[in-house]
């Protein structure tokens, strides 16, 4: 393949062209009516939404390398690393676990319905425990580790993730009796919106969405989420219907008074890939180094980040305790 014609690859991928474009090379424009060419006419939104949002930013002279190098570098490295896990991982559950759901609900109002509620619940227990147990959140907190909120934020997860992440998601619907086809269709819907609820200030600068922030996951819901802020933390951990959050108590609008910071807790090398990508790996292992005895060891790989062995915890949990407790005082 020569250079352009590898470019040229590259560039149909990240916009996510290659499905409209086939469809279109095999069917014609008549393909553009069916669910297939609605779905591949849906692929470059994100993409588009992207570049728009880079070219504002341009505009507005609030440009920031920073702003965007971790997010670019680490979808480069997953794209190196691993193409297929995702996809191996999901086929692997349906294989295996489709078998033992007591019932099973198919496409159709009630089905989506249904399903929908059991995907959220499933990516609330995915979420929740990448942000409760420690190992889990070395490998979701490359996606926190950029300092500003963009939708190249999108592309910066541990290649590891993803595979986790489905892993439990589709167990959990397919145990559920969410048949395939409709988990799929659930999957494209919830992907699409995951990655339109990053968009930054600067092509959305209020991310509530006028009245729709009472019903679902907004862009402000998820800049929440990804804030620093003490009483920010493990919040938001929905995708589109924030109903679960609501139910466990983990639901935190954005407030007018509080500047969102983002990032993670730990210091990090200003700009370093490495940190961002496996830095939270080297810190655990730090602290399992220091820990007197196995079991405190083991204690470190599923307790909260933050907790220590000697009693000085610094997880969300106490630092949100006390953050409350001073403004009550204050």
């Not at 996809?87 to 759901?101: E, K, S």
């Amino acid at each position: 393949m020569q250079w352009w014609q590898h470019v040229q690859h590259e560039v149909i991928g990240f916009f996510g062209l290659g499905a409209l474009l086939k469809l279109l090379d095999e069917q014609g424009y008549r393909a553009l009516l069916s669910a297939d060419g609605a779905a591949a006419l849906l692929y470059p939104v994100i993409p588009l939404l992207l570049v728009y949002e880079l070219l504002r930013t341009v505009a507005a002279r609030r440009f920031k390398l920073e702003d965007y190098k971790l997010p670019f570098l680490t979808m480069l490295a997953n794209r190196l690393i691993s193409a297929f896990l995702t996809f191996g991982v999901v086929t692997l559950c349906i294989g295996v676990f489709q078998p033992y759901a007591p019932f099973q609900v198919g496409i159709g109002v009630v089905g989506l319905i249904y399903g929908y509620l059991v995907w959220e619940f499933a990516h609330f227990v995915y979420h929740f425990l990448a942000h409760k147990v420690r190992l889990l959140w070395c490998l979701h907190s490359t996606h926190h580790a950029p300092t500003a909120m963009n939708l190249s934020v999108n592309y910066a997860h541990l290649f590891l993730e993803a595979p986790y992440a489905d892993l439990v998601r589709t167990t959990i619907c397919i145990l559920a009796g969410v048949e395939p086809p409709l988990l799929l269709l659930i999957m494209f819907i919830d992907g699409l919106w995951g990655q339109f609820i990053h968009l930054g200030e600067h092509a959305l600068k209020d991310g509530r969405l006028g009245a729709l922030h009472r019903i679902i996951l907004t862009p402000a819901h998820h800049r929440v989420h990804h804030a620093r802020n003490e009483l920010y933390m493990d919040t938001n951990f929905c995708n589109l219907l924030n109903v679960w959050d609501r139910v466990f108590g983990t639901y935190q609008p954005q407030r007018d008074d509080i500047r969102i910071e983002y990032g993670i807790t730990r210091p990090m090398k200003p700009g370093s890939f490495l940190d961002a990508y496996v830095g939270e790996f080297h810190a655990l292992g730090r602290d399992i180094a220091k820990a007197p005895g196995w079991r405190k060891k083991l204690l470190y790989l599923v307790m909260p980040p933050g907790w220590s062995h000697d009693g000085e915890h610094k997880t969300a949990q106490v630092t949100k305790r006390a953050w409350l407790a001073q403004q009550g005082a204050s």
